[in-house]
């Protein structure tokens, strides 16, 4: 057999990735699909689209490709996480829209525990803060406000999960329910230390166990789909982030990656012990393998590319995403304009649900190029929050930031980035570092590669960016910046 097929669910499309034995990209077959705001801080998706240009793109890579699944060992499925979907078993049909990780309606339901007190057991469970981010609220949210879904819950017909296990559902004709670990404990229902969902915390949300799904290894049997032409087995899954840390070969304590896609995440893997954050970062599960589960440090900014997005389909500043660089490098600088992208509040360390999207600095000078600077400055900005927190909470002193995602591709914000950090930022040859993963972790199950030492050989530095900036600058830069940023904060208020 000559390749692995990653499906890539991500939040704005879905991909489909063939990787050979070198870990190389032998096709990519790729459809967006509409992102869906039915009010001001909710975002949705259609389930049926998600599954259809899934299952599309599936079909396409393999054309490309002028391959058949008897030449696929396995599939590898890793996608957008914390997006939840709600079906009846019985139609396969979901009861509304997806709600996605972006979405803030449930805001007022996460105070709420807070006011109650319930965000130290969650926390201490989850390892998670207490945010709409997460899975648990959204599903909460879905058999309040959906009617009839109570009655549906009650009578075990209603069935929960994250994009990964929607895709496997279907890719297997109703015939699994089931996650990874890694996607499970991104829910706020699962407890990361004894591997269990959580009794205590489905209570506290008012969520029937009947409608969990199986929580296996992220790289072992979920399997097999028909649907390709052939039977091909599907024998890997994890949360984007979490298979972009093992597509990076971040499997050593103290390895950091950073993924630059709608959203930015860094992760650093922390080893078979969970560290308890005291800066408000996330404890997550990083994979399952073979039963020997694995931890990571996790920080998230929600916008970071899709403020160039916000660049060309809310401001008409530029006609491509391709553009912004070009554009931002026609300045030398920012002009002293900084822009916070808080768009759906602020991710870590400042988990700020009510903080808006704001720019300061603003002169009669300013001109379009300022704000594209200032656009890319916010996303290296908000990393190095990130950053300053992790290292805090490790005690580790990072040596190197590897970058993957469409973004690391813009050499003008990963030269940016590794100034503001002062380490190298190292982009690999292979940047589907997401896919990889999930093509690894599948390939792994399958013997398709003997082992983790196997998969290490094939990553490659393509390029790395050395900081500039004097240690004195960078500390100007950050202070400002959290002086942009306390404009932001709080902004909306919780009615």
Known sequence: MKYVLALDQGTTSSRAILFDHSGEVVAVAQKEFPQIFPKPGWVEHDPQAIWETQLGVAREVLIKAKAKAADVAAIGITNQRETTVVWDRETGWPICNAIVWQDRRTAPACDALRKKKLDRVITKKTGLVVDAYFSATKVQWMLQNVKGARALAAKGRLAFGTVDTWLL????????????????????????RKGTWDDE??????????????????????????????????AGIAGDQQAALFGQVCTQPGMVKNTYGTGCFMLMNTGAKPITSKNKLLTTVAWR???????????????????????????????????????????????????????AGLGAPHWDAYARGTIVGLTRGTTRAH???????????????????MQADSGIKLKELRVDGGASLNNLLMQRQADLLGVPVVRPKVNETT????????????????????????????????????????AQVMQTWQRALSKAKAWATSD
């Open 169 to 192: 559902w279907n890719l297997t004709g109703g015939g699994v329910h089931a996650t990874d670990v890694s996607n499970a404990s991104r829910t706020m229902l699962y407890d990361i």
């Open 201 to 234: 915390l489905l209570k506290i949300f008012g969520i029937p166990r009947s409608m969990l799904p199986e929580v296996r290894d992220s790289s072992g049997d979920f399997g097999s789909t028909t649907l390709l032409g052939g039977s091909i087995p599907i």
């Open 289 to 343: 393998i073979g039963g020997r589960t694995e931890y990571a440090l996790e920080g998230s900014v929600f916008i970071a590319g899709a403020v160039v997005q916000w660049l060309r389909d809310g401001l008409g500043i530029i006609q491509s995403s391709s553009e912004v660089e070009a554009l931002a490098a026609s300045v030398p600088d920012s002009g002293g304009v900084y822009l916070v992208p808080a768009f």
């Open 371 to 389: 704000i594209a600077r200032a656009a890319l400055e916010s996303i290296a900005l908000q990393v190095a929050d990130i950053l300053t927190a």
């Open 435 to 474: 896919a990889l993963g999930a093509a690894c972790l599948a390939g792994l199950a399958t013997g398709f590669w003997k082992n983790e030492k196997d998969i290490s050989k094939h990553w490659k530095a393509d390029q790395r960016f050395k900081p500039k900036l004097k240690p004195a600058a960078r």
